[in-house]
């Protein structure tokens, strides 16, 4: 991993550790999130998995308001570290644990 790489991946990971601790506390069913990339195709790769504890947490959350706000949420905390995403529904996913 190149030094311009890991800035990238400390960046991303400081912007999503701090909404992963606010979305466990108001979502029901969110565990936890995480991040994959792959650098030769940066920021084009990075997929973001938000972790449900199950199929219907993952129903009732994209059915709400929240899904939008967290999503939001993501492209504002990726914005402010230098990370552009033109459709961030595009690089979310929602998984179970």
């Known amino acids: 991993m190149r030094k311009t790489d890991r800035k990238y991946d400390n960046a991303i ?4 550790t701090e909404l992963c601790e606010q979305t466990m506390k108001q ?3 969110f565990e936890w999130l995480t991040h994959e990339v792959n650098y030769q ?3 084009q790769s990075l997929m973001i998995s938000l972790m449900f ?4 947490k993952i ?3 994209k059915n709400s308001d929240e899904y939008n706000t ?3 949420a993501i492209q504002s905390r990726l914005s402010a570290a230098g990370i552009s995403l033109k459709n961030i529904a595009n690089h979310v996913q929602l998984n179970t644990a």
């Open 13 to 16: 990971r400081e912007a999503l």
């Open 27 to 29: 979502i029901d069913g």
């Open 41 to 43: 195709r940066f920021p």
């Open 53 to 56: 504890s199950d199929r219907q």
């Open 59 to 61: 129903a009732d959350f």
């Open 70 to 72: 967290v999503l939001r």
